[in-house]
Nanobody
Framework: QVQLVESGGGLVQAGGSLRLSCAASGRTFSSDTVGWFRQAPGKEREFVSRITWSGVSYYADSVKGRFTISRDNAKTTVYLQMNNLKPEDTAVYYC?????????????????WGQGTQVTVSS
């Protein structure tokens, strides 16, 4: 069992930045792919970004060039740096882990989820 805790959400004006963190309780991410998803009210959960255990990252087109995923060397925390935020980025952001190989963008591929952190971008 993996427990994930997200933090760093908040209210920001359009054009601003936030950095989200995802910390694993009781273990490292040494063999996991860690993904970020988001869900806006009335919409399905959508893929944002992911980073593999070897450090390979992948982004949704909607955030490419604005968001950066990274992890610390100890592999205990994964970050999502979000720059040039837009009102359409408003959502609850979740991190999740999987050991499925490949470009894992489907929520069903991920085994463990955090509780989410709210990001609100005002216009």
């Amino acid at each position: 069992q993996v427990q994930l805790v997200e933090s760093g959400g908040g209210l920001v004006q359009a054009g601003g930045s936030l950095r989200l963190s995802c910390a694993a309780s009781g273990r490292t991410f040494s063999s996991d792919t860690v993904g970020w998803f988001r869900q806006a009210p009335g919409k399905e959960r959508e893929f944002v970004s992911r980073i593999t255990w070897s450090g390979v990252s992948y982004y949704a087109d909607s955030v490419k060039g604005r968001f950066t995923i990274s992890r610390d060397n100890a592999k205990t925390t994964v970050y999502l740096q979000m720059n040039n935020l837009k009102p359409e980025d408003t959502a609850v952001y979740y991190c999740a882990v999987t050991r499925v190989l490949g470009i894992t963008v489907r929520p069903s591929s991920y085994s463990y989820w955090g509780q989410g952190t709210q990001v609100t971008v005002s216009s």
